[in-house]
């Protein structure tokens, strides 16, 4: 297998046809993309949950006493 460089920090694995195989990222990367399919996850976890308007959730944070009156 070898190894070559596309756009300087992305890095691909080739076999010996010349085909991608794998791809090498930099770790800031990996763990932002992992964040990003953490946060999708969360958002089709939640997409039947029921909704409320921008207004309700201010009235219900202030009678929480998360949201100063």
Known sequence: MRW?????????LTDDRGQK???????ADYESLMEDVADLAAVA???D?????LN???EQLTADG???R
Do not use: G
């Open 66 to 68: 998360l949201l100063p």
């Open 49 to 53: 949950d029921d909704r409320i308007s």
């Open 21 to 27: 195989v794998a791809v090498v990222i930099p770790i």
């Open 4 to 12: 070559y460089s596309s756009l300087m920090t992305t890095q691909f």
């Open 45 to 47: 976890e939640r997409r």
């Open 56 to 58: 309700e959730l201010k």
